[in-house]
């Protein structure tokens, strides 16, 4: 129920176990962040708008974000700047219901970064639940094909080489009970307040 893909291609089952990560907190009353790290003296300040989104990410070690929105504040672009020069750009493109059904992302600069560049679509079932995540480009072509039955939820990826399955099985009240992948099985339980 409520199955969500991000920005980032991360798919969520449950949205209520995602935060949207381009928004603060601080309901808009904050308009900046600076975070630093004393091991090595890097920074990183954050920019928000008046609605509380984040607008600009600015790096000391690795260049500038820029986040862009359409009126009904998802996420449309995001660009990234290094030494003066775009080095990424990815646009990401919504269906009638608000979801992402596409992403385009281009890595301007490095040739070896061309392969990540993302031509990615998106379907959704019935219920407005994502189904196939495909990446047209062709150094770096996949699909991702979700199946939803009762409170299981399974996620083949295939690519060139690699099929790989993910299992994820949850409560009535949407919380993750088990996940498993070839690698690993994780289980987790609740106490009575969730």
Known sequence: KNAIVTSDLKFFP??????????SSYQGKVKQIKTLKK??????IDKFNDKGYLVESDYSSGGNFY?????NDNLIKEIKIKNGDTVNVKNIYYNTN?????IIENNLKEKKDY??????LITYDGEGRPTNITNNNPKRKYAKEISYKDNKV???????NIEDKEIHIYSSKYK????ENQNYITINKYDESG
């Open 14 to 23: 449950n949205k209520y176990d995602f935060y949207n990560v381009y928004k």
């Open 39 to 44: 091991r090595n003296d890097s920074f990183r």
């Open 67 to 71: 986040y862009t929105y359409d009126k």
């Open 98 to 102: 608000g979801k992402i059904e596409k």
């Open 115 to 120: 392969e990540f560049n993302l031509d990615v």
């Open 154 to 160: 399974t996620i083949v990826y295939k690519s060139k």
């Open 176 to 179: 993750l009970l088990r996940e």
